[in-house]
């Protein structure tokens, strides 16, 4: 079997973020896992340093010819309604592309691409003899879109993308939660929507840092207490950081002197502006609240690792991967008990309200001062982690059953929620 994979999402923006860390993994994993199976990728080359990237990265695991370019024209980001027509054109083109590769089956990492660059995604616009699988990771902007579809011209691009969806042969869904959500929302078959899970790679795991490491670590980043720490993959509202910050501010002030919050990942000034706006709003010094920005893997990895507490406060998300990285790393939790996020945590005691700052800031309090508690959540992350790791492997190749769509059922949906 020939399985062409789009990597577009290992190109864009997105590649520093969760869906491009879990695209590059999958990748890496059906390579490793391929056998007598033809792996081929799909590059875009409007992305010129990224595939030479991509290449050094899997020279000797893949033979050079199977990684293939296609080129758009210039100027297709959807954003402006000037480039539509090259948009329409240029999903033409790469899908021409594909079907010249004549593939058994193509693999789309990421479909909501293409908004604020020249990256190109679509389903059967061309034609539909390609088999398509889509990984789809939430449908975020359908439960708001007064927020995440404000204007007529991206609500056009997204309906489009709903509509690539429907067309796709299969779904895979990254969660129990995303794979009922696909159903009832998407009104697809339910046969066509897996849950494959997901799981983290092998850097993220316990490391037995030694003070003196900590503390280069600490100083390299500006850090001057024990770590409160949160990745929240991005800063729309839903990722809740007034929330926490507001949480963070009601601890016992033993606590905050003791603990410093620090927020790591990939910060626009715009951004820092609000953040620093709710951290004078909540009378919080400099030294309370530490923005790091965007950190390479293996200093990510030993932030988990140094971590005293690891809160995840998202209102929504499709998985939430850095709470199963944290986990991973041995790190103790608490998260958010809506959406897929219970699921991924596994431990009902490990939860909180994300609408209510202070169930935030008691369980913060429970996980600092209560030892067992504390310990209870190193343990079960480990053991969560691991276990995430089998059922993602399984569900590759397991079709979706009434276990799987049932339990969804179960978690706390965001419409619920005003």
């Keep these: 079997m020939r399985i062409l994979i789009d990597l577009q999402a290992s190109q864009t923006e997105n590649r520093v973020r969760g869906i491009g860390r879990y695209s590059w993994a999958i990748t890496e994993a059906i390579i490793s896992n391929a056998k007598q199976h033809e792996v081929w990728l799909l590059l875009n080359t409007a992305f010129p340093e990224s595939i030479r990237h991509i290449r050094l990265l899997l020279k000797g695991k893949i033979p050079e010819q199977h990684i293939r370019v296609f080129e758009v024209p210039p100027n297709i980001a959807e954003r402006n309604p000037d480039n539509a027509w090259r948009a329409r054109a240029a999903e033409k083109i790469r899908e021409q592309s594909i079907q010249n590769l004549n593939p058994d089956v193509v693999l789309i990492t990421s479909l909501f691409e293409g908004f604020n660059n020249d990256a190109v995604t679509s389903v059967g616009v061309f034609s539909n003899k390609v088999k398509t699988a889509v990984i789809l990771y939430d449908l975020i902007p359908l439960w708001n879109p007064q927020a995440y579809l404000p204007t007529p011209v991206i609500n056009h691009y997204y309906q489009r993308k709903i509509d690539s969806l429907k067309r796709a042969g299969l779904l895979l869904a990254i969660s129990e939660y995303t794979q009922q959500e696909a159903i009832d929302v998407l009104e697809v078959d339910p046969q066509s929507v897996v849950n494959i899970s997901a799981a983290v790679d092998n850097r993220f795991q316990p490391q037995n840092l030694t003070d003196q490491q900590i503390d280069a670590l600490y100083q390299r980043f500006g850090i001057s207490r024990k770590v409160i720490l949160y990745v929240p993959g991005g800063f729309d509202s839903r990722k809740n950081i007034d929330g926490l910050i ?28 609000q953040i620093e706006k709710q951290r004078k709003k909540d009378g919080l010094s400099y030294e309370d609240l530490l923005l790091v920005g965007y950190v390479e893997d293996q200093d990510l990895v030993a932030l988990y690792n140094a971590a005293a507490l690891f809160v995840f406060p998202s209102k929504y998300e499709g998985f939430g991967l850095p709470v199963l990285e944290a986990m991973a790393c041995g790190a103790p939790v608490i998260a958010s008990n809506c959406t897929s996020i219970p699921e991924v945590v596994g431990l009902k005691d490990a939860l909180f309200d994300p609408f209510s700052p202070l169930a935030i800031m008691k369980k913060m309090a429970q996980a600092l001062r209560d030892g067992v508690f504390h310990e209870q959540l190193c343990e079960h992350g480990l053991k969560q982690a691991q276990q995430t790791k089998h059922i993602s492997g399984r569900n590759l190749t397991t079709p979706a059953n009434k276990s799987q769509t049932s339990s969804a059922k179960n978690l706390s949906h965001p419409r619920q929620y005003p």
């Design 246 to 273: 507001t949480a963070y501010s009601l601890l016992h002030e033993n606590l905050r002197k003791n603990h410093q919050l620090v927020i790591v990942s990939k910060l626009p000034d715009s951004e820092r502006y």
